[in-house]
């Protein structure tokens, strides 16, 4: 009998080790997905918030890096059937829609939490048909950053939209004897965080898929055929890459920093990492996301993360409450580029100054403001899927010749497809 | 000559060994196996709330996904490039290091190492030195090719990488398969007159053929369900060019929550390995008592 024993309790204890988790009761864990710079400020926010406002409530602020954003997604999803979910874990709006449908979400109206004090259109961002799901925190827009020493010697100002892109692209770009580029006028494969400015600023407002967005219930019909936006978009898209300075990768930061394209599109909180990858090789500019054609007047979304809260208590509201102070928020702002969450930031007199002697972080802040709010987000099943779909659909037309409405009506049936999918197994009204 | 009763004694016994494995293997093996099974046929929510008979849905659903035939397809690109690469290259080392020599122990040393390297930071080894178009790599070949941002060469890197990891356990198979065979036929076949070409190939070759089938086998199951090198060094892309079965099953099971994805995959992995166990199990029953 003893060898039986053995193993079984060896088996026992590892299971029980693996349940494990002891969770001291005065720590809020908060898993994020923030590195470099912005894993420094927020390490210094927390050590902040634990020796002041912490520590008259005796509570400390614990800070969990899990990977990048959706990776948090994924381990939220997998802790939450071991009751192993953290307080409080920073996702985008790709983790909304799952989010939406869990039942151990705390969302911020549950929880309390005093929304007032934030900008409407990062509330808009984050709203749901069960009100606010989570709290806006990390916000942030998409920018073009262009090579400004490049861009200055070639006596251009950046393009307001894709088609004035087009027409400075032999300015900006850069051919050697031989006809190869040296310098691409724009690197990146636009996908579902650009599309969501160029096809959700079309018209003033547009969506990728119905219920706003996917905001409100479950999203079943894809708009991007039967709205015409996609094939909008695609025709001035290709006609910029016939160029032939425009380069396909997912690798734009790099192509950027080294000198080799001339812009890129990307997160406004990437300003610390762009500076820091360019290394003063060059003059950096940051402008608005240039426009699909004269009536895509909507601006852009808010993109970024929020704090999606699992657990309710004093002490985490008293968290979310210093976080969103206005000192907080100025902090965070200046150093990681992203957009101040809270409303009263935006009329600070120090933060406006910060603006005016740092451009490069003003241009987010501007176009945020300029945008229709209701421009948001998309909320749909298999983000990840989708996002890349968008990508080799784009590089297919532009790089294969694939017939636009081709790709149009392919890239719509692949979102209708994931959205019926995802509907059959999870949509309660059948 | 033995009683029924002790022939009960003798397997009550033998059911007690066995059960500790048993236990495990039902409640690790077969029950999410059986588990995974009926899903397949269910309407599953993300919640894991049963919602009813789904019928052949799931299976339609997923195949109906362009990705997942493309992963198959994927995999299979994968499994040309990694397998004759794999057992070329393992082969060759085995074959040069075959005798021992005095000096030779370095090179065996060199062999083993990948084996002493975890997964995940030799994919991320990997990943930085083909990272850009200003790689180590092509500074070392003097080659202007952005590896991981093409879809072709993103694969074959991916291969690469497979082979280092592969490396290190079937060169010592092959390895101590070469130096088990009876010196006395070595030595016989050197008295005759056959030099080293004629023994390798009339002799040795053909000694150790069993082991090679073995590590084909071996390589050929690994590269079937690749999945963390792809999570690290290519996450998928570029254009979703290097998602193979198992990446596809990771991105619908844990990152989609699909949980109809998840079993179907489940189902169909399952019988493939069954195909592939039943091909090895009939190469056993010929082959393996001469290992």
Same mark, same amino acid.
């Given at each position: 009998m003893k060898r039986i024993i053995l193993p079984v309790l060896l088996v026992l204890a590892l299971a029980s080790l693996a349940a494990?988790?002891?969770?001291?009761?005065?720590?809020?864990?908060?898993?994020?997905?923030?590195?470099?710079?912005?894993?420094?400020?927020? +390490?210094?926010?927390?050590?902040?918030?634990?020796?002041?406002?912490?520590?008259?409530?005796?509570?400390?602020?614990?800070?969990?890096?899990?990977?990048?954003?959706?990776?948090v997604l994924t381990k939220v999803k997998a802790a939450a059937g071991s009751s192993g979910l953290p307080d409080i874990a920073a996702m985008d709006a790709t983790s909304c829609l799952d989010m939406k449908m869990s039942d151990y979400l705390v969302t911020a109206d549950d929880a309390g939490i005093d929304t007032s004090v934030l900008l409407p259109a990062a509330v808009r961002a984050f709203t749901s048909e069960r009100g606010l799901?989570?709290?806006?925190?990390?916000?942030?827009?998409?920018?073009? %950053?262009?090579?400004?020493?490049?861009?200055?010697?070639?006596?251009?100002?950046?393009?307001?939209?894709?088609?004035?892109?087009?027409?400075?692209?032999?300015?900006?770009?850069?051919?050697?004897?031989?006809?190869?580029?040296?310098?691409?006028?724009?690197?990146?494969?636009?996908?579902? %965080?650009?599309?969501?400015?160029?096809?959700?600023?079309?018209?003033?407002?547009? %969506?990728?898929?119905?219920?706003?967005?996917?905001?409100?219930?479950?999203?079943?019909?894809?708009?991007?055929?039967?709205?015409?936006?996609f094939r909008n978009f695609l025709e001035h898209w290709k006609a910029f890459y016939d160029t032939g300075y425009v380069l396909n990768t997912s690798d734009q930061m790099n192509e950027f920093a080294s000198g080799r394209a001339a812009a890129m599109l990307n997160s406004s909180d990437s300003i610390p990492s762009v500076e820091r990858l360019t290394g003063g090789r060059f003059e950096i500019g940051t402008a608005f996301v240039p426009m699909t054609d004269e009536e895509a007047t909507g601006g852009v979304n808010i993109g970024g993360s929020a704090l999606f809260l699992f657990t309710s208590s004093d002490?985490?509201?008293?968290?979310?409450?210093?976080?969103?102070?206005?000192?907080?928020?100025?902090?965070?702002?200046?150093?990681?580029?992203?957009?101040?969450?809270?409303?009263?930031?935006?009329?600070?007199?120090?933060?406006?100054?910060?603006?005016?002697?740092?451009?490069?972080?003003?241009?987010?802040?501007?176009?945020?403001?300029?945008?229709?709010?209701?421009?948001?987000?998309?909320?749909?099943?298999?983000?990840?899927?989708?996002?890349?779909?968008?990508?080799?659909?784009?590089?297919?037309?532009?790089?294969?010749?694939?017939?636009? +409405?081709?790709a149009v009506s392919d890239m719509a049936a692949f979102i209708q497809l994931q959205l019926d999918d995802y509907n059959r197994q999870n949509s309660t009204a059948q | 000559m033995l009683t029924l009763s002790d022939m009960r004694t003798e397997n009550g016994k033998a059911y007690v060994l066995l059960m500790p494995s048993l236990i495990l293997a039902v409640m690790f093996s077969f029950y999410p196996l059986v588990k995974s099974v009926a899903g397949s046929f269910l309407t599953i929510s993300q919640q894991g709330e049963v919602r009813g008979f789904a019928g052949l849905m799931n299976y339609i659903s997923l195949f109906s996904d362009p990705a997942f035939p493309a992963s198959i397809r994927h995999t299979l690109l994968f499994i040309l490039m990694f397998l004759p690469l794999n057992t070329a290259l393992t082969l060759l080392a085995a074959i040069l290091t075959r005798r021992k020599?005095?000096?030779?122990?370095?090179?065996?040393?060199?062999?083993?190492?990948?084996?002493?390297?975890?997964?995940?930071?030799?994919?991320?080894?990997?990943?930085?030195?083909?990272?850009?178009?200003?790689?180590?790599? #092509?500074?070392?070949?003097?080659?202007?090719?952005?590896?991981?941002?093409?879809?072709?060469?993103?694969?074959?890197?991916?291969?690469?990488?497979?082979?280092?990891?592969?490396?290190?356990?079937?060169?010592?198979?092959?390895?101590?398969?070469?130096?088990?065979?009876?010196? #006395?036929?070595?030595?016989?076949?050197?008295?005759? !007159?056959? !030099? #080293?070409?004629?023994?390798?190939?009339?002799?040795?070759?053909?000694?150790?053929?069993?082991?090679?089938?073995?590590?084909?086998?071996?390589?050929?199951?690994?590269?079937?369900?690749?999945?963390?090198?792809?999570?690290?060094?290519?996450? !998928?892309?570029?254009?979703?060019?290097?998602e193979t079965i198992m990446y596809y099953y990771y991105l619908e099971a844990f990152r989609s929550g699909n949980r109809g994805a998840e079993s179907t995959i489940t189902t169909l992995i399952t019988i493939i390995a069954v195909i592939i166990m039943a091909m090895i199990a009939s190469r056993r029953k010929n082959d393996w008592k001469n290992i």
């Open positions: 494990g988790g002891n969770r001291e009761e005065n720590t809020i864990t908060v898993w994020h997905q923030f590195t470099g710079v912005h894993s420094q400020v927020f +390490d210094s926010i927390l050590d902040s918030f634990n020796e002041t406002t912490g520590k008259e409530l005796g509570v400390t602020v614990e800070g969990v890096y899990q990977g990048a954003a959706n990776d799901l989570a709290v806006p925190f990390c916000c942030s827009s998409l920018i073009l %950053y262009y090579n400004k020493t490049v861009f200055d010697e070639a006596g251009v100002t950046p393009p307001r939209t894709i088609d004035e892109f087009t027409a400075i692209a032999d300015k900006v770009g850069e051919k050697d004897g031989d006809g190869n580029v040296v310098r691409y006028a724009f690197a990146g494969t636009p996908t579902t %965080y650009e599309l969501g400015a160029f096809i959700g600023a079309q018209k003033g407002l547009s %969506y990728m898929v119905d219920g706003k967005n996917g905001h409100f219930g479950l999203p079943r019909k894809v708009l991007i055929e039967s709205d015409g936006t002490a985490v509201n008293a968290f979310i409450e210093y976080l969103l102070s206005d000192e907080c928020q100025r902090m965070w702002a200046e150093s990681t580029g992203y957009l101040p969450a809270s409303a009263s930031v935006y009329e600070d007199p120090g933060f406006l100054s910060f603006l005016e002697e740092n451009p490069l972080y003003r241009t987010a802040v501007d176009q945020t403001l300029a945008s229709n709010p209701e421009v948001t987000g998309i909320w749909m099943p298999s983000g990840y899927q989708i996002y890349h779909t968008y990508q080799s659909e784009i590089r297919e037309v532009t790089e294969n010749g694939k017939d636009i +409405d081709q | 020599t005095r000096w030779g122990g370095i090179a065996e040393y060199i062999f083993f190492m990948p084996m002493a390297v975890s997964l995940s930071s030799l994919s991320l080894i990997f990943r930085e030195m083909f990272r850009g178009r200003v790689s180590v790599i #092509n500074q070392i070949l003097d080659t202007d090719i952005a590896w991981l941002d093409s879809p072709g060469t993103a694969l074959l890197v991916l291969a690469f990488l497979g082979v280092f990891l592969d490396f290190g356990i079937d060169y010592i198979l092959l390895l101590s398969s070469f130096r088990r065979i009876d010196r #006395n036929i070595l030595e016989a076949a050197a008295l005759d !007159g056959a !030099g #080293n070409l004629r023994t390798l190939i009339s002799i040795e070759l053909p000694e150790i053929r069993t082991m090679l089938s073995v590590t084909v086998f071996l390589a050929a199951k690994d590269a079937l369900l690749i999945s963390a090198p792809v999570m690290i060094l290519t996450q !998928g892309g570029p254009f979703r060019s290097t």
